[in-house]
């Protein structure tokens, strides 16, 4: 099918963009469109206007902000995957990009849509949860900050107003020696996600000394396993240290079922993957520090 | 609305609805129509493009915002009219089609792949026609196709007959 008609405008400037959305509720930010052009296709989304932000200058570039590397929102995921700041300072990103969509998606798909858009199965916000980042974004009132924990709110839902527009992604850089680990099942190679999951660990005198892991995919908001990581901080990490810290977090797990994959299946996957994340992690941290 | 595209090296003005995507803009208002319409909805690959020499589906654009892009589709890629690209080439060489719906799409993700990296891996190339459905050939001969033009390319003084 094709979209239904709507009006195309590209603001110069940030604010007059969101002067734009203020006055009609009924206009959607586009920026790469991936998600956004299939969903007019199919006519179920039918926005009045499209408000085109994937030029404003306040939304480019990829900044290293020392404790913090943080994206432009229309930061073309490509461009991610190939910068050298990425795959120095934030390697679980890093990982999981390869993971986002195929190529001719990533090329057009920006960061900061893949975490407005709060798909369940995708990577990016997988990743900003678990590394504990923020979204900052501004509307006609002025520029706020939310934490990625409650800036997901549900499937396809998120903290962020009507009017503003997504500028920033901010995801903390951890100092010293990590290790990282993702690992995602999906029907096909880049289809959406089953389930995934990754973690970041940091060794010191060869114990654990910080470490986060996250599941999304079978989950209605990518989540943080903060118990987890209380358990392993301070081991060596072994494999039985491992599944015995997953055990009652992934019980507790809230994770959603179709007509592609049970719960219980969804449920030994997350704990499968965490597994492996974690041992991924934790060897890269151990070789790493070597 | 009026919209100015680079398209091949050639400047195009096509008048379009905001609606229009790249696709149909490239197939019904410019005659180029090399670039195939499958789902129209992302997941098929056959629409694909070049936009500065990286894939992408023109079904998932407007042509509105495709200004001030170089993009590039199979149209483009023949050194001269009547001739092949080396890709092209090797595509018939070694049958990388059947029905040939998805195959403009395939030399296009071949060429950028090839122009990135000159000797991929039988993997690299699996995974850079990942996002590319082909109903007919089961993919064998797609990818004998992209490395015999690899190994084409690599021989002395073909670099050239890549574009
Ligand atoms: S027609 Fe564009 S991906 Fe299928
Ligand atoms: S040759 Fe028919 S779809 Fe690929």
Known sequence: MKAAAFEYVRPVTLSEACAILRADEDARVIAGGQTLVPMMAMRLARPSRLVDVARLPELAGIADEGAAVSFGAATRQLDAEKSTLVKIKLPLLAAALPWVGHRPTRSRGTVGGSVANADPAAEIPLVLVTLAGEVEFATADGVETCAARDFFTGPMMTALPQDAV????????????????????????????YVSACAQVRFENGVCAQLAVGVGGGVPVPTRLDAVAQALVGTAMSDADIDAALEAPVAALDIMTDHYASTDYRRRVARELAARALRDARDAAIGAAA | ?????????????ADVEARTTLLDCLRDKLGLTGAHAGCEHGVCGACTILVDG???RSCLMFAAQADGYEITTIEGLAPAPGELSVVQDAFCETHGMQCGYCTPAMILTAHSLLSR????????????????????????????????????????NAAEDAR
């Open chain 2, 117 to 156: 990296n000159p000797s991929p891996t039988r993997e690299d190339i699996v995974e850079a026609i990942s996002g590319n459905v082909c109903r007919c050939t089961g993919y064998g001969q797609i990818i004998e196709a992209v490395e015999l033009a690899a190994r084409r390319l690599a021989g002395s």
């Open chain 2, 54 to 56: 990286e894939p992408a």
């Open chain 2, 1 to 13: 609305m009026k919209v100015e595209l680079t398209i091949n090296g050639a400047t195009h003005v």
């Open chain 1, 166 to 193: 997504l500028t920033r992604v901010r995801f903390p850089v951890w100092s010293g020696r990590v290790g990282v680990g993702f690992h995602e099942v999906s029907t096909r190679r880049s289809d959406f996600a």
